[in-house]
């Protein structure tokens, strides 16, 4: 019988180096006695001095800093993770719940939010917290890194970016250091950031006409645009918002200079952009012709905006209650117009008076210079303000500004009238009110019957006979 085969001893198994680090340093660490580190590096001193090379020391020296900056690392790291799950452990807000309420915020509440911890930091790096980019309250602190990255970061939940100073002034804490590459994310990936966009705002940016045209060819679908303090002649960006943005239905376009409108824009522009209802063209140089082009041909605007404009004497608002537009106008400003002609504003309020644009909630004529009367002057004119006064009692409807230099009339909540404050009406007013009304008729009813030019001067013949008696 063969003998059993011997059996083979094990041995221990060998303790990982790694193993044995930790051992050591555990037990180094475990003691909470603050004289173990001072004893550590009076040790370290002792080993030095006895060794005799200096290439030696400089190794260990160097070894020592390495593992002293190692150690530093890691509790450092793990001193902030220690943190991250506190604060989540003690934040009553799920992850998903803050980050929500986070994309509810301004961008720079958000930046400052996401300074506080790092469990914010996290919950504030969402893409969702970028989709609406609002750098407008410090602008001076807002550079090109930052917008490209915030853009980057929106991903594809990019929806609005408001860029510059809102005040236009040379004060260098208003002023936005941004340059002609701020915009530059937009084109990246052949223009993905910029499909995406819906709303874009820039205000007293100087950057040049090229670089806003690249940007704006390729946001083909904004629905919002307005550029606010434009120094160039802007027939390129005209032309660059008439051949790629056709979905816009609110566009605001304010200069600095004054610059001329040509008529073949405003009827590319309506054109090119059928869902427009909301238009505002300020500080710009528009003929009446123009904009009587524009009133007729746009079908669709609820907002009109011409405030700090030139050129135009308001004739064009003869044309207004003929368009189809009249029919949706909701607001009407022409605030500061240098050349508006009081007389002109005569004629639209009395046609509002008795009834004209039913749509028509509010209006603002004021005028810090005075409207021009019809001898020429400035100031303010008498019959524009008993025009004033009668649209405020006879349309509660609409809210009307009318400031003057020695005048004011405001009305931004009316009553309906009653019969005593229409009896208050002077027998001056009354005959004012009848002149003006023919000579309304007489403007929009050229093709008539020869029989009406006879009624109209019997009507005018009783009006000067009445006011000789009264």
Request: charge should be positive; glycine fraction near 4%.
């Amino acid at each position: 019988m063969a003998p059993h085969p011997k059996r083979r001893c094990l041995s221990p198994t060998p303790v990982s180096a790694s193993a044995s680090l930790d051992r050591l340093l555990q037990s180094v660490l475990a003691t909470a006695d603050p004289s173990v580190s001072v004893a550590i590096g009076l040790s370290l001193e002792r080993l030095l001095d006895s060794t005799p090379l200096h290439s030696d020391k400089e190794s260990l020296v160097h070894g020592a800093r390495n593992i002293a900056s190692s150690l530093l690392e890691a509790s450092t790291r793990f001193a902030q993770k220690l943190a991250v799950a506190h604060n989540a452990s003690v934040w009553p807000l799920p992850a998903e719940l803050t980050t929500k309420v986070f994309s509810l915020l301004d961008t720079e509440s958000l930046c400052f939010a996401a300074a506080t911890c790092l469990h914010f930091t996290k919950c504030a790096s969402d893409p969702s917290c970028y989709a609406n980019i609002d750098l407008t309250r410090s602008p001076a602190k807002v550079t090109n890194p930052v917008v490209s990255a915030m853009i980057q970061r929106a991903a594809n939940n990019l929806h609005s970016i408001k860029l510059g100073s809102l005040l236009q002034d040379d004060n260098r804490f208003h002023q936005s250091p941004l340059t002609e590459s701020c915009l530059a994310a937009l084109e990246l990936n052949r223009g993905a950031a910029g499909l995406l966009l819906r709303k874009l705002h820039l205000y007293n940016l100087k950057i040049g006409c090229y670089y806003q045209c690249s940007a704006l060819s390729t946001c083909k679908f904004l629905s919002e645009l307005e550029i606010v303090g434009i120094r160039f002649r802007f027939s390129s960006i005209w032309k660059t918002i008439c051949e790629h943005c056709h979905s816009i239905e609110r566009l605001c376009l304010e200069s600095v200079a004054g610059f001329p409108l040509q008529a073949c824009q405003v009827d590319d522009l309506l054109k090119s952009c059928p869902l427009l209802s909301s238009l505002a063209l300020r500080r710009l140089g528009i003929w009446d012709d123009q904009l009587s082009i524009l009133v007729k041909e746009a079908h669709g605007i609820k907002f009109l905006d011409l405030s700090y404009s030139s050129v135009f004497s308001g004739s064009f608002l003869r044309d207004l209650g003929n368009a189809g537009s009249a029919n949706c106008l909701e607001t009407l400003i022409l605030r500061d117009c240098m050349d508006l002609d009081a007389e002109e504003v005569s004629l639209f309020l009395s046609a509002a008076c008795y009834g004209h644009w039913k749509s028509l909630r509010y209006v603002d004529i004021s005028n810090k210079k005075g409207l021009l009367d019809f001898r020429g002057s400035s100031g303010p004119n008498t019959r524009c303000a008993i025009k004033v006064s009668q649209l405020v009692r006879g349309r509660p409807d609409i809210h009307l500004k009318a400031d003057y230099p020695q005048e004011m009339y405001v009305s931004l909540k009316t009553t309906p009238p009653t019969p005593d404050s229409l009896i208050d009406l002077t027998r001056s007013e009354i005959f004012l009110d009848a002149s003006m009304m023919i000579v309304w008729i007489c403007f929009h009813h050229r093709r008539v019957s020869p029989v009406f030019p006879q009624m109209t001067r019997i009507l005018l013949s009783f009006i000067i006979l009445a006011r000789a008696i009264y």
